[in-house]
Nanobody
Framework: VQLQASGGGSVQVGGSLRLSCAAS????VGWFRQAPGKEREFVAA????????NYSNSVRGRFTISRDNARNTVDLQMNSLKPEDTAVYYC?????????????????WGQGTLVTVSS
């Protein structure tokens, strides 16, 4: 499965961006990010059965993951962005009904999209 995350860009502190991942059907989707020199980390996930969600502590309350069934995408709305949110963001899919933060749960990964937050 080819995945592609889109919607990245440059924004100032406090701004917003919306990332999209083309994904539909009975798949769970996770968003992860990797900052320069750091490990890839979990951001958010949504399962396929009931759209249950999970967020990392660092983004909870600022980011929202959701399905757009009309566009067949899973989106990540990012508000109140901070410089520490700067990273390459990746979406990944799992055929399990999961919101796990573990990278090894997700089978297919897309090319990332760069988000840069400047002060």
């Amino acid at each position: 499965v080819q995945l592609q995350a889109s919607g990245g860009g440059s924004v100032q502190v406090g701004g917003s961006l919306r990332l999209s991942c083309a994904a539909s059907g009975r798949i769970s989707v996770g968003w992860f990010r990797q900052a320069p020199g750091k490990e890839r980390e979990f951001v958010a996930a949504i399962n396929w059965r009931d759209s249950n969600t999970n967020y990392s502590n660092s983004v909870r309350g600022r980011f929202t993951i959701s399905r757009d069934n009309a566009r067949n995408t899973v989106d990540l709305q990012m508000n109140s962005l901070k410089p520490e949110d700067t990273a390459v963001y990746y979406c990944a899919i799992s055929y399990s009904n999961t919101v796990s933060p573990r990278k090894d749960v997700y089978r297919s990964w897309g090319q990332g999209t760069l988000v840069t937050v400047s002060s």
